[in-house]
């Protein structure tokens, strides 16, 4: 089946590419709001679910849709991309010296008519304690309106505040490529030839 992306993230695209993947990208906007009941995977999950939903129509029988979401959680709240550099600033104030989970729901439609394959994963972050002026400097030099949580792992905020993670660091970057990888070859998708 030939991979259609519908994602803006350059991470994701970057990952598919350094997979070895080759993919069309298809982008649209679609509504990211959620059920207030979610929780944490779930949110991600019904995130990417939805957004394939938005492209069901278009796909050819021999296309395989990829979607995902990435959502960041501390505690039970839910900490999306913030609106502006104050909301950045606050989400990364509230973020520092303290544990958090990202979750990454992805969804993989075929356009054969076949069921959904919808799935998510979990990684844990530690951050250490950040001072005003890191974070401060952080918001105004990198570009943290586009992720969840305020942070990007591979960006200079996860290069000095991040202690430790458990669970993958490609699941905090968008895309769980271990458990993708897999779900692809099972569509056929990235199939390793001799």
Request: charged share 20%; net charge negative; with cysteine.
């Amino acid at each position: 089946m030939r991979l259609i992306l519908a994602s803006g993230s350059p991470r994701r695209r970057q990952l598919l590419t350094d997979l070895g993947l080759t993919y069309e990208l298809r982008l649209r906007e679609v509504e990211e709001s959620f059920p207030p009941q979610l929780r944490r995977a779930e949110i991600a999950e019904y995130l990417a679910r939805h957004k394939a939903g938005a492209y069901r129509a278009d796909l050819a029988s021999d296309e395989l849709l990829l979607t995902a979401d990435t959502i960041v959680c501390l505690g039970d709240d839910v900490l999306n991309k913030p609106a502006d550099a104050a909301e950045a600033r606050a989400m990364l104030g509230r973020l520092q010296g303290q544990t958090h989970q990202v979750y990454t729901g992805v969804c993989l439609l075929p356009g054969d008519g076949r069921p959904p394959v919808v799935f998510s994963d979990e990684t844990t972050v530690h951050f250490r304690a950040l001072s005003p002026a890191e974070i401060a400097f952080y918001v105004a030099t990198y570009q943290p309106l586009d992720k969840a949580g305020a942070y990007g792992a591979q960006d200079w905020l996860g290069l000095v505040g991040i202690d430790r993670l458990e669970g993958s660091y490609f699941t905090v970057m968008g895309l769980p490529t271990h458990r993708v990888w897999p779900a692809l070859a099972a569509f056929q998708v990235g199939r390793l030839t001799q």
